[in-house]
């Protein structure tokens, strides 16, 4: 039994009911799904949360391609350990052809070979012992280099899952890869916005 219950319409104050009522017309497909409406509890998570939502993962921020923003929506879901959020949107994003289901699986096992190198280099840093600064980690990742997503797509991935998994070297590593294939500051912004939206989703539904 989740932690939080849906809460119906009919049941819903009528800030709630508007707010339902734009998810329906705009990102919903006629619908409001049982995430909303356990959102719906607490009215201000709510709005917000759809608001963010359709303003940083539905229509963008013109930075990014859909294709991108949908594989950052996985990883994060992925990164963050968030079962359900994982299964709803792998199904959504194949369903709505922004990416295969090849693509899926291999978005995850970006996601995983990432959160790998992020457990290895974080510990250096908080090791702060000098003898392990020069050590190499010898860890195979060719999930990075032999799948059908484009380089600076896996580089945009690694970045939203070092940064959530708080490694410092990944992170600023990854940022100068990616300056390095061109996208732009204001791509890798946009890329942390749409991941940090997710990351407020993840954290919610989790607990359920």
């Known amino acids: 039994m ?10 819903a104050s009528e800030a709630v009911q508007r707010t ?24 201000p998570f709510l709005a917000d949360s759809y608001m963010n939502y359709r303003k940083f993962v539905v229509d963008g921020a013109g930075k990014l ?16 350990n968030c ?15 922004k990416l295969s289901e090849q693509q ?9 070979t990432c959160a790998m190198y992020n457990s ?13 600064r020069d050590l190499t980690p010898g860890l195979r990742a ?7 997503l484009e380089q600076s797509l896996v580089e945009l991935i690694n970045i939203v899952v070092s940064n959530i998994n708080g490694c410092l070297m990944c992170t600023s590593g990854h940022v100068k890869k990616l300056l390095e294939l061109g ?26």
């Not at 060719?142 to 059908?148: E, P």
């Open 104 to 112: 899926v699986q291999e978005v995850l096992a970006v996601t995983a």
């Open 2 to 11: 989740p932690v939080t219950t849906p809460l119906p319409y009919d049941k």
């Open 20 to 43: 339902y009522d734009r998810i329906k017309e705009t990102i919903g497909k006629g619908e409001v799904s049982a995430g909303y409406q356990m959102m719906g509890q607490v009215e």
């Open 65 to 80: 391609d859909a294709k991108q923003r949908a594989a950052i929506v996985l990883a994060t879901s992925s990164a963050m």
């Open 183 to 208: 996208i732009t500051a204001e791509q890798i912004d946009e890329a942390i916005k749409v991941s940090a939206t997710m990351a407020a989703f993840n954290t919610f539904h989790r607990t359920q």
């Open 83 to 97: 079962v359900h959020c994982v299964r709803h949107h792998a199904k959504a994003l194949v369903a709505d052809g």
């Open 120 to 132: 290895y280099y974080k510990f250096k840093d908080l090791s702060g012992d000098e003898r392990f």
């Open 142 to 148: 060719h999930a990075f280099i032999k799948t059908s």
